[in-house]
């Protein structure tokens, strides 16, 4: 294992992650609050609140795909003259705003979920079945992005690659670095995802996941 892999794993491995599988070890043998749990919750919030944050500022970027691709239809039908960049650019926010968003659609149980059982269950058997999830899927699918896709981004940078197009952006390697980005904001979302269902197992109070409308 290469030095760069072995700190995937250590990031894998960060602190909100194991003190939630601290917490789900310890929960037969004691619930009370204590330090531990007080760390916890402020691991907790401490996420939340970087993942609400990149969501309010990367959200502006679905309105300039807006603004930007109804200017370049005019510009196209009215004046008869396109923008190559301009096209580029569209396509660059619109990877930005959904790779640098999925933490916080994370946190509001926005992806794809198929649910036939899940709303049934009780709060206990929910965070059961979010802990298994983070640890079982999410993080080994977080680490192969980031194993696999260090060369190709490294690469990118080492010639500054820029679009195959003339008029085109320069700034491709930027683009590609969205994807190890995406999975370390996922991986640590994910953390806390685990982190707040192993203290729902340990009978503390969890701070509420805010309604899917505030995103916006």
Request: proline fraction near 4%; charge should be positive.
């Amino acid at each position: 294992m290469s030095g760069l892999h072995f700190g995937w794993l250590l990031l894998a491995l960060n602190p909100i992650l194991l003190m939630a599988m601290f917490l789900v070890v310890r929960s037969p043998f004691t619930r009370k609050a204590d330090g531990y749990t007080k760390i916890a919750a402020v691991l907790v919030r401490g996420m939340d609140r970087c993942s609400e944050a990149i969501i309010r500022t990367v959200k502006w970027f679905s309105l300039g795909m807006v603004l930007l691709t109804a200017g370049l239809v005019f510009g196209r039908y009215v004046f008869g003259v396109g923008s190559l960049k301009g096209q580029e650019a569209v396509i660059y926010l619109h990877a930005l705003l959904f790779l640098l968003a999925g933490g916080a659609t994370l946190l509001r149980g926005g992806h794809v979920r198929v649910d036939v059982f899940f709303s049934k269950l009780s709060k206990r058997h929910q965070a059961i079945i979010d802990f298994t999830g983070t640890l079982v899927f999410l993080v080994p699918v977080c680490l192969t992005i980031l194993v696999y896709s260090q060369s190709y981004v490294a690469l990118s940078w080492q010639v500054f690659e820029g679009s195959p197009e003339a008029d085109g952006l320069p700034w491709v390697y930027l683009l590609k670095t969205a994807i190890p980005a995406f999975a370390i904001l996922m991986l640590l979302q994910g953390s806390a995802q685990a982190l707040r269902a192993a203290m729902v197992l340990s009978d503390q109070p969890v701070s509420e996941v805010p309604p899917r409308t505030e995103m916006v």
